[in-house]
């Protein structure tokens, strides 16, 4: 919107034809005021200059509504209260002589009734010397004479009111601007005239409504009512359709509800409940189970530890409800050593301090030429792998050449060789000296180590033909991504910020300062400012990523928006 002299909102002008426009505007705290502008000829300027005097002696009594008059080159206008709603009043024996008292002809003012007194709300100006107030007035200790008074001149026809109607949305539009408006965030250029026209909602359910008026920066309330409209569908708003309003003034919604309340329902309590009691629960009320996060806890595995929304609140229906359960006491995890190839009496104390007890310590006697008596040829689990020290189970397959015939078997009799948990190429080595053939069959377990997990015949069993071998082939990692760093070279970047000030707040020293990524605090901006200023503008730099700006007023924090942004230069 348009203002004069950057005080006074014009909300609406029109030209009279005889030299005066009538303008409708608010003064910066929102109020509605009446402004007359005259276009004043050269000769008539001190005519001009003996009105503006007489209304400034009229000011200092409080039941006069002028709020300014000004009398410069170019700018010669009266401001009055607007007070167009209340009645007219006739002049009343004080009110002749209050007016006489200053030259002005009583049936020239604009007097108006407001509760049971009579206020002056306009007096108007033309360029007739001898209607001009104070031009007539008697001066002390001299009489004007008969052939040079004259009759009071005709009134000057009234300032145009505006229709019933005109004035209800004007009024509407006004009370609308003077709300209470919420902090807004945004970026545009410095300017304190950016106007928004509310749209039309009506028939939007309300969700959709309130998201239309925040983009257009407007805050928004709401209001439920009965009606026979859909439910959950906006009938009305307030201010209507098409009045303008400045970001950051309140719009209410006015929705219908369903008539037996508000379609929500209260949230049951989740917490001791297991994952499946907590859905039943849920099923009632039309709450879904939303996600299930898993954290280590005293608690049985599986059991609700805390949820949100929390129990008590309300939620509409369908509204997701997520947990946090339990995923039972921490394991306590430990590993092995590479035990292969020491002795197996040292490889049993390592498995001890691992945390294993001993009856989970296993050792397996396997003919393997090649390596001594008692050392450790194959372990499982896997070295340096972790494992649960509460589950797992430690077996040492050890080289025993004196390792005697199965049980029931002719003396001497060759039987199959143990080669699980042998890596393949050794017991294909081992069975190849058995005089036995190898088939080999491939698995994938990243539980199991890499090895013979299988063999068939089973350890000692007469020894013919060949042995099926199952190996597992552990799934290979995935190489970890090396980060690659990429240099930009420096550049001129143009970063916007945005700051509305709420109404309400007295003038203040409204100071922006820019933080970058790693870099120092700059004031970018310093001015004074009051409630309903917006504050933006652009700010260059050339250190890259986001810049966080700061609104101080007074040298006191009022906000901050993080920007992550970049904008054409200015």
């Keep these: 919107m348009p203002l004069i002299d950057g005080t006074y909102e014009i909300l609406d002008q029109r030209p009279m034809g005889d030299g ?35 209304l400034r002696k009229l000011a200092r009594e409080p039941d006069v509504l002028l709020r300014d008059v000004v009398s410069r080159p170019g700018a010669r206008y009266a401001v009055w209260e607007d007070a167009e709603e209340a009645p007219p009043a006739a002049p009343d ?34 360029d007739d010397p001898e209607s001009v107030p104070g031009a007539g007035a008697q001066a002390p200790g001299r009489s004007t004479s008969p052939a040079t008074s004259s009759a009071p001149p005709a009134r000057m026809p009234p300032l145009p009111t505006l229709s019933a109607r005109a004035r209800t949305w004007l009024t509407g539009g006004l ?116 996600d299930v996060a898993r954290v280590p806890a005293r608690l049985p595995i599986g059991t609700v530890l805390a949820q949100r929304p929390a129990a008590g609140a309300r939620a509409e229906p369908g509204r997701s409800v997520h947990v946090l359960v339990s995923d039972g006491p921490r394991p306590e995890l430990s590993f092995l050593p590479d035990l292969v190839g020491i002795d197996v009496t040292r490889a049993r104390e390592l498995a001890r301090l691992a945390g294993l007890p001993a009856d989970r310590i296993l050792v397996d006697g396997v003919d393997v030429p090649d390596a001594p008596a008692g050392q450790v040829v194959g372990m499982t689990p896997v070295a340096w792998t972790p494992f649960r020290v509460n589950d797992a189970t430690v077996r040492l397959l050890v080289s025993d050449p ?40 491939r698995t994938v377990d990243s539980a199991l180590p890499e090895a013979i997990v299988l063999q068939d015949p089973p350890p000692g069993s007469p020894a013919t033909g ?86 101080f007023l007074n040298d006191v924090p009022y906000a901050e928006v993080r920007v992550n942004r970049e904008v054409d230069g200015p």
């Design 402 to 441: 004196d390792r005697a015939a199965a049980p029931g078997d002719p003396a001497g009799a060759p039987t199959v060789p143990d080669v699980v948990g042998l890596p393949l190429d050794r017991a294909r080595t081992i069975l190849a000296q058995a005089g036995l053939g190898a088939s080999v069959a």
């Design 93 to 126: 024996a004080a009110w002749r002589e209050r007016l006489a008292a200053h030259g002005i002809d009583p049936e020239r003012a604009d007097l108006r009734r407001r509760g049971r007194a009579t206020v002056l709300a306009g007096l108007d100006w033309d």
């Design 466 to 551: 060949s042995v099926r071998l199952v190996v597992n082939a552990r799934p290979v990692r995935l190489p970890v991504p090396t980060p690659e760093a990429r240099i930009l070279a420096p550049r001129l970047r143009w970063v916007p910020y945005r700051f509305l000030v709420e109404p309400g707040i007295p003038t203040q020293t409204a100071e922006v300062r820019a933080r970058p990524a790693g870099g120092d605090t700059t004031v970018v901006a310093r001015r004074d400012v009051r409630g309903g200023d917006v504050i933006e503008g652009v700010w260059p730099t050339l250190v890259p990523g986001p810049v966080t700006f700061e609104l």
């Design 175 to 290: 009370l609308a601007l003077a709300a209470v408006a919420a902090l807004l965030l945004g970026w545009t250029r410095e300017s304190n005239a950016a106007v928004v026209s509310v749209p039309d909602v009506t028939g939007l359910l309300a969700q959709a409504g309130a998201e239309r008026l925040h983009e257009l920066g407007l805050a928004v309330t709401a209001r439920t009512l009965g009606s026979g409209a859909p439910s959950g569908t906006i009938v009305a708003t307030d201010p209507p359709a098409g009045a303008a309003l400045r970001p950051g003034r309140t719009v209410r919604l006015d929705y219908v509800l369903p008539t037996d309340g508000a379609a929500t329902v209260e949230v049951p309590s989740l917490e001791g409940r297991t994952v499946d009691e907590a859905g039943t629960l849920l099923a009632p009320g039309e709450l879904a189970l939303g």
């Design 20 to 54: 005066r426009t009538l303008v409708h505007a608010t003064d910066p705290d929102g109020h509605p005021v009446r402004l007359v502008w005259y276009d004043v000829a050269a000769d008539a300027e001190a005519g001009f200059e003996r009105y503006r005097r007489t």
